[in-house]
């Protein structure tokens, strides 16, 4: 379970760049399509909005692949 862990922390922390990446180029050549301010406004909100969302999955993954989900985290180290 531990290396199913670690592996799916890899996932992640690529697959953050790599959304936000396929994002920012499809909502430029949706901007290049159609170059009107309500475009460029949707586009940004989008984007603005999921910059924080793809930070928190590669978050996630580096927590991941650390280990800090598993149960010997959640037990506090007066308790052990």
Do not use: C, H
Not at 47 to 53: D, N, R, S
């Amino acid at each position: 379970m531990n290396l199913l862990k670690k592996v799916l922390g890899i996932v992640w922390i690529a697959l953050g760049p790599l959304v936000l990446f396929y994002l920012i180029k499809t909502g430029m050549s949706e901007i290049a399509k159609k170059p009107g301010i309500d475009t460029k406004i949707q586009w940004g909100v989008f984007i603005g909005v999921f910059i924080p969302i793809a930070v928190g999955i590669v978050l996630f993954g580096y927590y991941a692949l650390k280990g800090e989900y598993g149960a010997e985290s959640r037990t506090p180290k007066g308790n052990r």
